[in-house]
């Protein structure tokens, strides 16, 4: 199987979509001559033409309309947000048209129309360019949210978004862009929106997505070495969310913990915590635990380390939850 980063991964599911289907377009800022600022979109104008891989002014709100508009006449639109928090301008547009038109149409008018995200933090940028805005999303009815965390997932996941007739917020980690991993480009690891058990265990279960899985993984190797046996979910889908996996897990450990780079109130993690304690009450043998950001701005660069959820903080929550 050929070894990819996430960055092309995404780029090559991108261009197999298009391949099969001349209806899907890419728009976004920089996203043609340039190829966007990550190349996730590197060289696709030059094979499919400006028109179908359009570079569009800063106006996200701009992108995000012209999006709905093409749907509605039988396009398949993928629109990049170039950084997450550059998603605001365009954020009414996306809640109160892109989320509503297939319910106001009871169902007559899809909105194939896919909003990718790189989102989360790591990359020592300024402000508004490293945000964890899942949870304002996955709040919205209407729309669906995912998140990659490796290049096999990245390579499906595109495509199966950009083949679904309901919006799709596709959430990218920035700092994983240029990770390699394996893909199978024959075959689809998973459905769009099921989570994945990546490691097996028996003792605690850690439910992650996006750039975290990988820190999570590597917490579960560093546990290894003390004698403990951590289960890692990758959760994929944060709306609607794919918790059996996790309830099946967390009834055989009895202990979960859940990571995520977003602010902790009112989030993913919330719901989370809450259903598995609504689903697995007696299961559990101690509360369930998040490991988060803070409920704060997004610090300076020179701070980003100490917000930013760790291999440590990982491993002090298992120690915390086992020692209940």
Known sequence: MPQM???KALGDGLRAAMERDPKVLVMGEDVGKLGGVFRVTDGLQKDFGEQRVLDTPLSESGIIGTAV???IRGYRPVCEIQFDGFVFPGYDQIVSQLAKVRFRSQGKVPMPVVVRIPFGG???AVEHHSESPESLFAHV???KVVACSNAEDAYWMIQQAVETDDPVIFFEPKRRYWEKSEVDTGHAPAPLLASRVLRPGRQVTVACY???VKTCLEAATAAEADGLD?????LRALSPLD???VFESVRRTGHLVVVSEAPPESSVTSEIAARVQQECFYSLEAPVLRVTGFDTPYPPSACEEDFLPDLDRVLDAVDR???W
Do not use: F, K, M, N
């Open 5 to 7: 980063t996430i960055a």
């Open 69 to 71: 508009g093409l749907a």
């Open 122 to 124: 790591g990359i020592g």
């Open 141 to 143: 009815a209407g729309l």
């Open 210 to 212: 996006g750039p975290l």
């Open 230 to 234: 951590l289960e890692v979910i990758d």
């Open 243 to 245: 918790l059996g996996p």
């Open 321 to 323: 939850s086992l020692a």
